[in-house]
Nanobody
Framework: QVRLVESGGGLVQAGGSLRLSCAAS????????TGWHRRAPGKAREWVAG????????SYAASVKGRFTISRDNSKNTVLLQMNSLKPEDTAVYYC???????????WGQGTQVTVSS
């Protein structure tokens, strides 16, 4: 079983930066990829960025490309999301999610609030 715990959210002014962490525990080897998603008030959940565990392939949503960077620290079983040049429209609850190998299961973390003031 896999468990994900996010941290690092908070309140920041527009143009500022935050770094989110997603710490995984349990059956780490069963994770195929890890992604960050967000849900803004009144909007549908949106995929933000993802990283494949095996070959490290990275991808970003167009809305964050060039501003956000996803990376991993294998020694700590952690996936990071560095968010720079934040905008008020980045305000959302950010969730970490792991897609498991050989299944359609997706494990979600509890989410962390990011608020960007103008």
């Amino acid at each position: 079983q896999v468990r994900l715990v996010e941290s690092g959210g908070g309140l920041v002014q527009a143009g500022g930066s935050l770094r989110l962490s997603c710490a995984a525990s349990g059956s780490i080897s069963s994770i195929y990829s890890t992604g960050w998603h967000r849900r803004a008030p009144g909007k549908a959940r949106e995929w933000v960025a993802g990283i494949v565990s095996g070959d490290g392939t990275i991808s970003y949503a167009a809305s964050v490309k060039g501003r956000f960077t996803i990376s991993r620290d294998n020694s700590k079983n952690t996936v990071l999301l560095q968010m720079n040049s934040l905008k008020p429209e980045d305000t959302a609850v950010y969730y970490c999610a792991a897609d498991l190998q050989g299944s359609h299961r997706r494990i979600w973390g509890q989410g962390t609030q990011v608020t960007v003031s103008s």
